[in-house]
Structures are given as structure tokens and as C-alpha cells.
């Protein structure tokens, strides 16, 4: 018995309907993105710490043959050196801050309420903000309104947190992408990322090839300028708490090392230790302190930041800013480092139509 052969048609039919498979193609995308939406981020992060960790990694191949072997090693190094620490830190990180702000609320809720002692004692703003307090809290009207926001405020923010930290397996589980992706991306990234460079250029045409490959350097950049601009904010910081004798001088350390990573996140660690100084009644050891973490800690983000970031791409260190400002507005935490590679991108696309444009035509 033999099998009946369809007839073939003509070669539309054969090849199928262009449109028909475009429609399937977004559909099927649309499809797996909405199911990969929650993971987004973790995905995010794990390339981008592949990205950056990779030379790491290609050192580490030189003695570990084994593809497998060596990344699965990677990844429990970042769980261990990263991720482990900065887990621990941020737990009771966060229920230090909603103790504070349960502290807050009592005392915005207590109409008889006065500023604690020592800050009378502030040389010569210490009466002002004390009388200026009490006229304020006379002040029933305009004292309503303020009481009335920022105890919304209070309440959002103690909300998010205290959902951060019940919501633990929701954590666990990104945690869990995040490791997983970060060892794919060391297993299979160059396969990957070929795969990527192949069905832009194919897409795109040659044109994309010099701004594709402003990602990988400007991702690396940002990433050690962000890291070692902190680490040495965290060292020279913590040089300062420790001549000036500030208390819990190490665990002060470690949060502006995690803050600094943020722009302008080292002021919310010394300038508050600053008061202390100020409290105790050390005006010159407040003063040589301010000046100190003022210019010497703020000072080496604009050294370290540019060596690294500016190595890696020719652009100017006022847009790198203005990436890391506007994407960790648009995006989150993540956007430090999307802002920038977006504004790269666009930087060579723009230097790319104005050469083309320059370039004279045949005579």
C-alpha cells in the first residue's frame, strides 16, 4: 500500500505566507514575554553581572577546562562573596528602618512630642530648630497638613517594606532565577550573544555592528566604576568614622558601601554621622569631618568613575551621568545600567549618520 504524495502547489503555498508567519512570530514573542515578565529583572541582572564578571571567568577557563565545571563555580563565588552578604545585610537593614519609622509615627502622633535633648545643644542652630519646631507645631493648620502627608508617606513606605521582607518566597524564587540565569549566561553567553550579533545584522544590516557592540564595554564600564567608586567611598569613609570615634563605625561602613553604588548615596550615611559630632558638642572634629567625606569622599567618584567608564566608550562623562540619573529614574535600580548603554547606542547611531553624511559622494 502506498502512501498518496500531496500534489505540490505553486511556491507560495510551498513556502507558506510571509505575513502569516510574522503574525505567529509576534504572537509567540508577545506570548513569552508576558510569561517571562516576572523574571525580567532577575534575567536583567544576571546578564549584566555576566557581562561584567566575564573576563573573570575567562581567566578562571585557563585552569578549569570544563565549561560546566567553571561556571557553576562562578556562580557560587557570587553567592558567596555577593550575594550571601549583601542578603544579610539588607535584613536587618530593613527592620532597623521600620523600627524607625514605627519611632516616627508615635512621635508625630503624640501632640505633646518634643525634639530629643541633644539637638539643643547643636552650636547655633540647636535653639533655632527648637523654637522653630514648637512655632510650627503651634501652628495647628499648616502643622495638620504636614502631619497628614508625611504619615502617608511613612505608611507607604513602612507598607513596601514590611511586604519586602514577608514576601520571602517570592525573593527566593528570583533569587533562584537570578543564580540560574547568571550560570546559563556563563555556560552558553558567547553562543548567545553570537546568536543575538547574527539576527541584528541580518535585520539591521552591517550599520549595526558598531553600535552593538558598545553594549558589552559601556555595561562593563559602568559596572567596576559604580563598584570601585563605592569601595573606595566605603574605605575612605570609614578612615573618617574612625578618627572622628562615630559609633558602629564598621556597620556604617558597609551601608554607604551599598548606598554609594547609588549617586549621591554616600551623603546619606556621613552627613547624618556628621550631627553626632555636632551633638557631642566637637564643632572642629565636625567641621574637619565634613570637609574630609565633602571633598576627599565625594571627590573620588569624579576620579574613579570617569578612569573606568570613559575607557570604555568615548562618551563624555555629563551623559554617562545623565544615563545613570535618568535610568534609574525610568527603570528602577536596573536603569544604572540601561540608561547608559542606551545612551551610547544612540551616541554611535548619531556619529555614524553624521560621518555618512560628511563623507563626499562620487564626483
Do not use: C
Not at 539643643?120 to 542652630?125: S, V
Not at 556604617?252 to 549621591?264: H, S
Not at 567625606?293 to 562618551?315: D, L, Q, Y
Request: aromatic letters at 12%; charged letters at 10%; a neutral charge.
Amino acid at each position: 500500500m502506498t502512501e498518496v504524495q500531496p500534489e505540490p502547489g505553486p511556491p507560495e503555498m510551498r513556502n507558506g505566507s510571509p505575513a502569516v508567519r510574522a503574525m505567529l512570530l509576534l504572537a509567540l514573542i508577545g506570548t513569552a514575554g508576558f510569561v517571562l515578565l516576572p523574571y525580567i529583572v532577575p534575567l536583567l541582572w544576571a546578564g549584566i553581572l555576566a557581562f561584567a564578571t566575564y573576563p573573570l571567568l575567562s581567566f578562571l577557563r585557563r585552569f578549569i577546562k570544563r565549561p560546566v565545571l567553571s561556571a557553576l563555580l562562578m556562580t557560587i563565588l557570587f553567592l558567596l562573596l555577593v550575594l550571601a552578604p549583601l542578603l544579610s545585610f539588607a535584613l536587618p537593614l530593613a527592620q532597623e528602618i521600620l523600627a524607625e519609622v514605627a519611632k516616627l509615627r508615635s512621635f508625630l502622633a503624640n501632640p505633646g512630642a518634643t525634639l530629643p535633648a541633644w539637638i539643643e545643644h547643636i552650636p547655633f542652630l540647636g535653639p533655632r530648630v527648637e523654637q522653630g519646631y514648637q512655632n510650627f507645631r503651634a501652628h495647628t493648620p499648616s502643622f495638620s497638613i504636614f502631619m497628614d502627608r508625611l504619615q502617608s508617606h511613612l505608611l507607604t513606605m513602612g507598607d513596601r517594606l514590611f511586604a519586602i521582607m514577608t514576601d520571602a518566597g517570592k525573593i527566593a524564587v528570583k533569587t533562584l532565577v537570578l543564580l540560574l540565569g547568571l550560570f546559563s549566561f556563563y555556560l552558553r553567553g558567547p553562543e548567545l550573544w553570537g546568536g543575538i550579533r547574527t539576527l541584528l545584522l541580518k535585520w539591521g544590516g552591517p550599520g549595526v555592528e558598531e553600535p552593538f557592540g558598545q553594549i558589552a564595554p559601556v555595561t562593563r564600564g559602568v559596572v567596576y566604576g559604580m563598584f570601585f567608586t563605592a569601595l573606595a567611598q566605603a574605605l575612605l569613609a570609614g578612615i573618617g568614622f574612625e578618627v572622628a570615634r562615630i559609633p558602629d563605625a564598621l556597620l556604617l561602613t558597609f551601608l554607604l558601601f551599598f548606598l554609594a553604588l547609588f549617586p549621591m548615596g554616600a551623603v546619606a550615611v556621613w552627613l547624618p554621622a556628621s550631627l553626632v559630632l555636632l551633638a557631642e558638642g566637637r564643632t572642629l572634629a565636625f567641621i574637619l569631618f565634613l570637609v574630609w567625606n565633602a571633598v576627599i569622599v565625594g571627590g573620588i567618584e569624579n576620579v574613579i568613575k570617569p578612569i573606568f567608564i570613559g575607557r570604555s566608550s568615548e562618551m563624555p562623562f555629563i551623559l554617562i551621568l545623565l544615563g545613570v540619573l535618568g535610568g534609574l529614574e525610568a527603570f528602577g535600580i536596573i536603569g544604572l545600567f540601561i540608561g547608559p548603554v542606551i545612551l551610547a547606542i544612540l551616541q554611535t547611531l548619531w556619529q555614524q549618520s553624521t560621518r555618512q553624511k560628511e563623507s563626499p559622494g562620487p564626483e
